[in-house]
């Protein structure tokens, strides 16, 4: 399979599968609020390869759901 290093350039079907996760992955943050995870974590917890657990990473920080912390782990930007 061929990685593509963004959403325009990848075929519509792995845009549509890509979104879903997205979602999925966003909702499992809405449900646990004070979840805060680092990459390496992450994806072994979704069972994700590293490079596309960091492109869900790097879409939900886009998108303002998520904020990095200082420590290098990722939280829901509305979380205390």
């Keep these: 399979m061929t990685p593509y290093l963004d ?3 990848a075929p519509t ?24 995870i680092n990459v390496n974590d992450g994806s072994r ?6 490079f596309t ?6 879409r939900l920080h886009d998108l303002k759901f998520l904020v990095k912390t200082a420590a290098g782990r990722y939280r829901r930007r509305s979380a205390v």
């Design 13 to 36: 079907h792995y845009r549509r599968s890509f979104a879903k996760l997205v979602q999925r992955i966003r909702e499992e943050f809405e449900e646990a609020p004070g979840l805060e």
């Design 7 to 9: 959403a325009h350039s």
């Design 45 to 50: 917890f979704w069972a994700l390869a590293p």
């Design 53 to 58: 657990w960091e492109l869900v990473l790097t």
